[in-house]
């Protein structure tokens, strides 16, 4: 639900309507709605929201490595 919640703020903040992202991201309507009410969506329509928002480099950070803050975090994470 947090990543829809996110996706409608962004859609808001570009001032498009349900239906306009629906027709920019090539879903309808319906999974659009939804996707907003119960943060249910396949992972390609995921993506093609996320072109249409603009955010398709958010993808970089989903499964990014973990940044290390000393040698022995490097060394724990090995066990």
Avoid: N, P, W
């Amino acid at each position: 639900m947090d990543i829809a919640k996110r996706m409608r703020e962004r859609r808001k903040e570009k001032k498009l309507s349900q239906t306009v992202l629906s027709e920019r991201s090539d879903l309808s309507l319906g999974s659009l709605k939804r996707f907003e009410q119960t943060g249910e969506i396949s992972l390609s329509s995921l993506v093609k929201i996320a072109f249409a928002l603009g955010c398709e480099g958010d993808f970089d950070r989903l499964f990014a490595r973990k940044g290390y803050a000393s040698i022995q975090e490097v060394i724990d994470a090995q066990d």
